[in-house]
């Protein structure tokens, strides 16, 4: 029996030619989280292989009993076309992951079988049944799913090291308690967090044993008493690790030292805008309630370095929110600053009511990257937002104004230098490797 895992290639990780390469890339933990799940008591001999297109081909025919693919919407067209070429060579293909979740009836034109949600439970599930010829053509998760059960550890050694800036990629939970109306988390597993027993994540790491370590999880510190169990778990084992938080950390500064403690090197906070009225348009009104400034002096007081993520074409919005943006990210010395063009996924809110208001303009999945323009925005056009996003990249990863940024920040690392130095030039080189068709005035549908 030959079980094949895919994640097909998208517009940012892309093999032969994607903007990013190795030095900004961690091995995905979703792919060997599945194989480890694979239940091998019915499959036997099992032989497993697993493909990131991101860092390498699929081989052409490539021969296999059961293909999986985890999707998200900007590989979807890959993915549909990678599963109907398999389908055509009579091999089954199962999809899951978000884009499925939140499009189940379009994924199931390209699948034998669909897994909605997280698959801890309906995988293996769907497994025994295809091992019994019984396969059904949906499988989605049940209400009273938890990762609170022994689960196995992932399968981190069917993928090569020497491909990713590190294997040491950790979940402690998954989902978050907000319900911002740009994210894809709450439309498709809802506000409910799912956390992992301390224990089970104390032994991955140690298994793994790196003392460099990155946390996935959309928001570590939704569960504030759980953060704390978590991180008091962190400090004898004396790693470094980075992860992402909403700025809500800025109101629990037991927490944020607690944090600095057990070894927290830098967060990836999501600032959105400076704007209150946009951040009310998309349901994130919290952050509203968080000085930024007084929020990152504190964590650069305590080690930690900033990921601060900006997001352009709110409702608010105007010509002059780039320049904005990338000011106040170089005056206030964040680290790494970041800039996305707000996207409509599919099932979210958001996509909803620009769909209704007439505004999506392409439904072309591989632009859905948030480097690309599918919508109108209210108060400039389609190309003034597009080409007002490259610039507020290159403004923020200029030389001197880059320069200006890192002093304002403090703590000089080579690891900041290095990281800054890959998004320089990701940032001069965007025209270079985002080549999908322009969605301004055009409508593909690739979804069909």
């Not at 517009?11 to 239940?39: D, E, N």
């Not at 398999?86 to 978000?98: D, E, H, I, Y």
């Not at 790196?210 to 939704?222: A, E, H, P, T």
């Amino acid at each position: 029996m030959k079980i094949v895992l895919i994640s097909p290639k998208g517009p940012l990780y892309r093999h032969r030619g994607g903007i990013f390469g190795k030095a900004l890339r961690y091995q995905p933990l979703t792919l060997p989280t599945l194989a480890a799940l694979i239940p091998e008591e019915i499959f036997s001999p099992l032989s497993v292989e697993i493909y990131d297109e991101g860092v390498e081909d699929v081989p052409e025919n490539l021969q296999a009993d059961l293909v999986g693919m985890t999707v998200i919407t900007g590989n979807a067209s890959r993915a549909y076309a990678l599963s109907d070429s398999f389908r055509a060579r009579g091999t089954p293909v199962v999809l899951g992951g978000p884009h499925p979740t939140l499009l189940p009836e379009e994924a199931m034109k390209h699948a034998d079988s669909v897994c909605v949600g997280y698959a801890e439970d309906t995988w293996p599930e769907l497994l025994r049944d295809f091992s019994r010829g019984k396969m059904k053509p949906l499988y989605v998760q049940a209400e009273d799913f938890s990762l609170t059960r022994p689960m196995p550890y992932p399968r981190r050694d069917l993928m090569s090291p020497r491909r990713y800036l590190t294997q040491a990629v950790f979940e402690a939970s998954r989902s978050c308690v907000h319900d911002c109306d740009f994210c894809v988390a709450p439309s498709a597993w809802g506000q409910r967090q799912y956390k992992k027993n301390i224990d089970w994540i104390v032994g991955d790491i140690k298994n793994v044993g790196k003392r460099k370590i990155l946390f996935v999880d959309l928001n570590l510190i939704s569960d504030v008493e759980y953060a704390k169990e978590l991180f008091s778990a962190l400090i004898p084992l004396k790693v470094e690790w980075f992860g992402l938080s909403t700025v809500m950390i800025a109101h629990e500064p037991e927490l944020m030292e607690l944090m600095a403690r057990s070894g927290c090197k830098g967060l990836l906070l999501g600032l959105e805008t400076l704007s209150g009225d946009s951040l009310s348009d998309v349901g994130k009104t919290f952050n509203a309630s968080v000085d930024y400034g007084k929020l990152v002096r504190g964590l650069h007081g305590l080690g930690i370095s900033i990921q601060g993520c900006f997001v352009f074409g709110l409702d608010h919005d105007t010509k002059e929110s780039f320049d904005r943006a990338a000011d106040y990210a170089i005056e206030l010395g964040v680290d790494l600053p970041r800039f996305a063009i707000l996207t409509p996924f599919p099932g979210t809110p958001l996509y909803r009511r620009l769909e209704s208001e007439g505004r999506i303009i392409s439904r072309n999945w591989e632009l859905y990257d948030g480097q690309h323009v599918v919508f109108h925005p209210r108060n400039m056009t389609p190309d003034e937002l597009l080409q007002g996003h490259e610039r507020a990249w290159k403004k923020a990863y200029g030389w001197e104004n880059m320069a200006k940024r890192l002093r304002n920040a403090g703590n000089y690392s080579f690891l900041k230098l290095s990281a800054n130095l890959g998004y320089r030039f990701y940032a001069h080189n965007l025209h270079r490797f985002y080549t999908c068709d322009a969605p301004v005035g055009k409508e593909k549908e690739a979804a069909q």
